[in-house]
């Protein structure tokens, strides 16, 4: 069988990862961690120098005492999948 060499081109890959698709999708899944993680939490994303980023983070001090009582985040992380 022959061997198959790839070679990734830098700018192409940082491309794919900066595209709206992609941030769509990331935007997407940040929306649903945080709808399953509870009230109080809030998702954002945006487009950096390299990649698309998201995060969800806890805007209020209900949603701060239930990530650090009950870890309502960890337990929301399926929900990105």
Known sequence: MARV???MQKRGSRDLLRSGP??????????AMASAAGEGFE???RTGRE??????????????VAESEGHALTRALDAAK
């Open 43 to 45: 998702s954002h994303a």
């Open 51 to 64: 990649r698309a980023l998201g995060t969800v983070v806890a805007a209020t001090f209900d949603a701060m």
């Open 5 to 7: 060499k790839v070679k």
């Open 22 to 31: 992609v941030e769509n999708d990331i935007a997407a899944r940040g929306r």
